[in-house]
């Protein structure tokens, strides 16, 4: 490797597609889904601002830590979540930019990447200290366990019918035969995974972790400051990215040309219109209920599809 | 620039939690009012947290009880800097009708260090929001500060 292709691969990473790009973006989304939710509850909303300045207030104030031996894991794992999540976006974005840099296996790396986020969270909620840190995180690990299932079994479908653990090679599979969606399997591999990211980003009906108002903030409880704003920046570029994936993955193909890409972000709106709706229409399930309804209908679900991808249908 | 860019947002954007030092409830529902969608205070990025950790603004109800006197004082404690202490009612501004109560420490001002008081028994909504957004400078104020010195 040679200094050029380090330092463009560092210029992935942190500006564009990587770190500031992801997290403008998906803090103005953020803005959206605020405005769209206070639409639907006829209000008048947030101005489009208001992501940014709460991000610099969170910036401005002081980080309490709470007493105890384990302060380092505390203030690292709001890193390992950004850390997660720009990594994700990064992958994700230079994939639907240019198919021909994706490498092989990329939608395994692509996997554990964007498991980090969660299980950064619950690192900080057990380091916190704090009875609702260490319930958000047994929940936050229930809820992994939980959708992992459904997600894995939706991919798993999608590259059945690929033939292949490229991500540019589902899109040019997608560009030759239609995309993905437009089958059976595609059909309810599509319907699961969204649910999954639903859950994923921690949205009402699967906030279950988070719970502000029987957990106060779950594993968020401790956090002011600093800490509190990376995860916020966290979770915003995963609404950004992972929407993108949910696109890239089962409604493509996205070319090159001007039309794609006004194509691609309606296909994105419509993906977090859905998202949004499903978020300020449903009450917060139960942990016992979400596992059920993932472990057994869900799980079913993405079974059949799968088992009818690997029939060709 | 960067302080007044970080001043601006912290004018912008208000997290506040709701503390009840001994209020009788009435505030306690005006202040829920302000949060339903007739008054929307998403709109000036007023937002009601769960934990003292997220806020930056304390709405304190009430006179004051000496039971809650100490618990009050962790609340603020738990707020990181920089912070607003906002008094709403009657009973915060100088103790109400129990200001010459044995029970109560007769204000907010004889514990915390007050940015903004909101009287009223209870104040109606328009007036906590009037009031808030006085504080952080977002309207005029129609009367002039004044300030004594001790002869």
């Known amino acids: ?313 | 620039m960067t302080g007044s860019m970080l001043d601006w947002c912290f004018k912008k954007s208000i997290w506040v939690y709701h503390v009840n030092a001994g209020s009788c409830n009435g505030c306690d529902i005006e202040v829920l009012d302000v949060l339903t969608p007739f008054y929307d205070c998403e709109r000036f990025g007023i937002k009601l947290v769960h934990t003292p950790r997220h806020a930056d603004a304390l709405l304190v109800a009430g006179p004051v009880t000496r039971k809650v006197r100490e618990r009050l004082m962790r609340v603020y404690e738990a707020v990181p800097d920089p912070k607003l202490v906002i008094g709403i009612g009657s009973c915060t501004s100088g103790g109400g009708i129990w200001h010459d109560s044995y029970a109560t420490l007769g204000g907010l001002a004889n514990v915390l260090p007050v940015n903004m008081f909101i009287p009223g028994c209870p104040p109606r909504p328009e007036a906590i929001l009037y009031g808030v957004a006085q504080a952080l400078g977002m309207v005029p104020k129609t009367v002039k500060s004044q300030t004594y010195k001790e002869v």
């Open chain 1, 1 to 313: 490797m040679d200094f050029h292709s380090i330092l463009s691969a560092i210029f992935a990473c942190l500006i564009f597609p990587g770190f500031l790009f992801t997290a403008i973006g998906g803090l103005f989304l953020i803005w959206v889904d605020r405005k769209l939710t206070a639409l639907l509850q006829s209000r008048k909303g947030p101005p489009w601002y208001q992501p940014f300045a709460d991000i610099g207030k969170l910036l401005s104030k002081r980080m309490l830590i709470p007493g105890g031996n384990r302060n380092l894991t505390f203030i690292i794992a709001p890193m390992i979540a950004l850390a997660g999540s720009m990594l994700t976006a990064t992958i994700i974005f230079r994939t639907i930019m240019n198919p021909e840099v994706s490498f092989v296996g990329d939608v395994l790396v692509l996997i554990y990447l964007a498991s980090l986020p969660p299980i950064a969270l619950i690192l900080g909620g057990s380091a916190s200290r704090s009875p609702f840190g260490a319930i958000g995180a047994g929940r936050e690990m229930n809820m992994i366990l939980a959708y992992e299932i459904g997600f894995l079994l939706a991919i798993f479908t999608v590259l059945a019918k690929v033939h292949s653990i490229r991500l540019g090679d589902v899109l040019l599979y997608q560009s030759l035969h239609g995309p993905v969606l437009f089958s059976i399997s595609g059909v309810l591999a599509f319907s699961v995974a969204l649910l999954c990211i639903q859950a994923k980003l921690g949205f009402i009906p699967f906030d279950i972790g988070e719970a502000e108002t029987e957990l106060i903030g779950g594993p968020l409880a401790e956090y002011s400051g600093a800490g509190l704003a990376l995860y916020k920046i966290s979770g915003a570029m995963s609404f950004f990215s992972l929407p993108s994936l949910l696109i890239l993955l089962f409604i493509g193909p996205i070319g090159p040309s001007a039309l794609s890409w006004l194509g691609f972000f309606m296909k994105l709106s419509l993906v977090l219109v859905v998202i949004v709706v499903i978020k300020s229409t449903h009450a917060r399930l139960r942990i016992d209920q979400a596992l059920k309804l993932f472990w057994t209908r869900l799980a079913l679900i993405a079974a059949l599809g799968a088992g009818l991808a690997l029939l060709g249908w």
